[in-house]
């Protein structure tokens, strides 16, 4: 397996992210040795004449893991003389995100590649990384790069490109997972974002405020005898999921049936993934549409104030979503808005806890919460990479980049920055300029901010509120263990 397509495969997991109730697993859960037990499990169900393609998937599996793990100076001579302006760009230590060392604490790590090789290129991944904020809101800002290249190849490349990626073996998946407009760029994603714009609109987000904060102090209730919870099992994954769901419209007593469809195909999105996997994700992918389509059929018929009917009557000058838009802006918005959010307010949590004196100036003045989120946010973002194409030969800095190239931009990185951040290691709710990364800049930046924005803030204010003696109750926490999606496993606390 080529590392780039496992950084390719995380960083498209956003686009899949796990949504649940209490009972979802977390993504990250399937790490890489759980992937590649994955990838043994299915195979005394392999008729004979798939063996031999099945040996040289785990082959390459096995050949992409131990790369992972390599010096990625090996390799890079092979691709030296693509670049005539190669400026030094190796990094000073082996740049290994999936280290446990790396996964505890990225930040003394990014701080090194800042000062000493701002950009630098991984010749296992054949990928440019970027770490300082400077170059990486500019590199968001510039139309010369693309989320995808597809507006820019003809029809035929396209296929070529679909066809080499597989995309007919698995034709739900790639028809509605694969085609959200976050994956779009041009003409294509600006019609797409601006309808679902309209529907999304603050006046729509501002009205779930009572909504969310009756699920929240819902959840609140079923734990404040115990003395004890699991902030992340508790509280942080199965709020978003009942919001988003609530939003979109998908009836109480379907919700449950949301999770296991999309956390199986959020593994597609793992580093490594086996037959089973992509043979579970496309099964879910075509429940999933389905159960929407039944869905909006309903609310095509009979119209209510939620986002679904929303979306299917929603008209732009005459243009409205064909039913495939719907279905897969519908999927993707409903898995877009929960992993990021658990992840944003576990970390979060951990960071006001590991900081007493920040919470008590923040159970001291609540009107603080607004800048305390945009804090955390910043402090511990829960994604850190994004990907990019160039779209066209062109210049950067004197590095000269090639049609086809990819970057790896890392958000993470960038929030940390001492040149546009004062002290940014430390964690100070009162920060003033703030301008993160969390969500994004430019054409992409998050359409669900300023939900995923009240939603934490309702969260951090009512559990201050409510349980006002919350302290840690394991001092270390288990982080993730992928990188791109940064978050802990469980977060137990006691009150
Ligand atoms: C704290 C929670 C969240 C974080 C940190 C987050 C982060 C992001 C980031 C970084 C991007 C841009 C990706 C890129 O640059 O390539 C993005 C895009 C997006 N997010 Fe979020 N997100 C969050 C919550 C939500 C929610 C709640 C929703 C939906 C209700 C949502 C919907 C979207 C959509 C639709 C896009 C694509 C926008 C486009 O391509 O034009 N997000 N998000």
New binding site residues.
């Given amino acids: 397996m080529r590392m780039e397509n496992a950084v390719m495969s995380l960083e498209q997991g956003?686009t899949g992210i796990s949504v649940g109730d209490e009972s979802c697993g977390r993504m990250g859960e399937t790490g890489y040795f759980d992937g590649f037990r994955e990838s043994v499990k299915p195979w005394s169900r392999i008729p004979f004449d798939e063996i031999e393609s099945k040996i040289r998937r785990l082959f390459e599996y096995l050949r992409g893991f131990l790369q992972l793990r390599t010096e990625f100076q090996i390799g890079l001579e092979d691709d030296r003389e693509k670049n005539e302006a190669f400026m030094n760009p190796i990094a000073p230590f082996p740049f290994d995100p999936y280290d446990p060392e790396f996964r505890k604490n990225p930040y003394p790590f990014y701080d090194r590649l800042r000062s000493e090789t701002p950009i630098f290129y991984h010749g296992d991944w054949d990928l440019w990384f970027f770490t300082t904020f400077e170059d990486i809101s500019a590199l968001?800002g510039d139309k010369r790069l693309g989320?995808t290249m597809d507006h820019v190849l003809s029809p035929e490349e396209v296929a070529e490109k679909r066809r080499a990626a597989n995309w007919e073996r698995l034709p739900y998946f790639s028809r509605y997972v694969r085609q959200n407009?976050?994956e779009?760029e041009g003409a294509d994603?600006a019609r797409l974002?601006k309808l679902?714009y309209k529907v999304?609109t603050p006046k729509r987000v501002r009205g779930l405020a009572p909504r969310i904060q009756e699920i929240t102090d819902r959840l609140i209730d079923k734990v404040e005898g115990r003395g004890r919870m699991d902030f992340i099992k508790d509280l942080a994954t199965p709020m978003?999921v009942l919001v988003?769901a609530e939003?979109l419209g998908v009836p109480e007593e379907e919700r449950h049936r949301l999770c296991p469809w999309s956390e199986a195909i959020t593994k597609m999105f793992e580093p490594a993934h086996s037959q089973l996997v992509e043979e579970n994700a496309e099964q879910s992918a075509k429940e999933f549409s389905e159960f929407l389509l039944e869905l909006v059929a309903r609310r095509k018929a009979k119209p209510r104030d939620d986002l679904i009917s929303a979306l299917a009557a929603v008209e732009d000058e005459g243009d409205r979503l064909s039913i495939d838009e719907l279905i897969a802006t519908c999927m993707?918005?409903l898995n877009?808005?929960h992993e990021?959010?658990v992840n944003?307010a576990g970390n979060g949590m951990l960071a006001l806890l590991r900081h007493p004196e920040q919470l008590e100036k923040l159970k001291s003045d609540p009107s603080l919460t607004k800048l305390a989120v945009e804090e955390m946010?910043r402090y511990d973002?829960?994604?850190h990479l994004?990907k990019?194409w160039i779209l066209e030969d062109m210049t950067y800095k004197d590095i000269a980049f090639k049609k086809g190239d990819q970057v790896a931009l890392l958000?993470g990185s960038a929030n940390r920055d001492p040149t546009e951040f004062e002290n940014p290691d430390i964690f100070d709710i009162t920060r003033r300029h703030n301008p993160h990364?969390?969500?994004?800049?430019?054409?992409?930046?998050?359409?669900?901010?300023p939900?995923?924005r009240m939603?934490?803030q309702i969260t951090i204010d009512t559990v201050l509120r409510r349980l006002p003696g919350i302290r840690l109750a394991d001092a270390n926490p288990k982080r993730l263990k992928g990188f791109v999606f940064r978050g802990v496993e469980e977060l137990p606390v006691e009150f």
């Fill in positions: 956003v968001l989320r407009f976050m779009k994603h974002r679902a999304l978003p988003i939003l993707f918005l877009a808005g990021t959010l944003s946010l973002s829960p994604l994004f990019r958000y990364l969390a969500f994004g800049k430019g054409v992409h930046f998050c359409i669900g901010a939900l995923a939603e934490l």
